[in-house]
């Protein structure tokens, strides 16, 4: 009898152990996963453009990256072509600048900016100065400003880049050599690059 009562109790106890803790109780749906704004493969020289405001403003890494030539996906390895007071600043820097300098420089921007800040930028006055089936230069001028915590930089840059795109192997377009022109002192975009590549 006691054996009895002594399983009574015991289911009792794990009946108790079981319903109170909620471990056969459904669980609220998780919300989905959602992309950070993958933009689409740029079909046009246009598109570029387009792609490269949205991944600045999305603080996106990898979109980022594609915009990019380089010798394995594009025809040409990606040139960065300072402006000439930045090249003579930060000469090391822009020495040796490949598309995975400018990935680095921009991981390592993003990473000086508050969780809470985007990046701004709007390209003025855009052109295409000359447009061929297998390239074109894309001119604009830009105002970037970067909220970043360093205090030795400013976070407004202006100028003027001139984008030369061509498509890659699979058709899509990338920007393969970039001329950063100066239109006021010390703020091109060539001096964030500078001031953020190490």
């Avoid at 079981?18 to 079909?43: H, K, Y």
């Avoid at 598109?47 to 380089?70: E, T």
């Avoid at 000086?112 to 894309?138: C, E, G, K, M």
Wanted: glycine share 4%; net charge positive.
């Amino acid at each position: 009898m006691r054996s009895n009562v002594y399983s009574l109790l015991a289911c009792l106890a794990l009946g108790l152990f079981v319903t109170g803790c909620g471990l056969f109780q459904t669980r609220d749906p998780e919300s989905p996963v959602t992309s950070s704004g993958i933009n689409p493969p740029a079909t046009s020289p246009e598109m570029v453009v387009q792609n490269f405001i949205a991944a600045v403003q999305q603080k996106n890494l990898q979109d980022y990256q594609k915009l990019f030539s380089d010798s394995l996906t594009g025809n040409r390895a990606f040139v960065f072509v300072p402006t000439a007071e930045a090249a003579v600043r930060y000469g090391s820097v822009f020495g040796r600048w490949s598309s995975s300098s400018e990935s680095q420089y921009f991981r390592n921007v993003l990473s000086s900016l508050p969780s809470t800040a985007y990046p701004s930028l709007a390209f003025l006055n855009q052109r295409i100065v000359r447009f061929q089936s297998d390239s074109a230069i894309i001119s604009a001028e830009y105002l970037l400003i970067m909220p970043h915590k360093l205090t030795t930089v400013t976070t407004t840059f202006a100028g003027r880049a001139d984008f030369y795109t061509a498509p890659d192997k699979n058709q899509s377009w990338t920007i393969y050599r970039w001329v950063d022109v100066m239109t006021k002192r010390d703020s091109s975009w060539s001096d964030c690059k500078g001031a953020f590549a190490q």
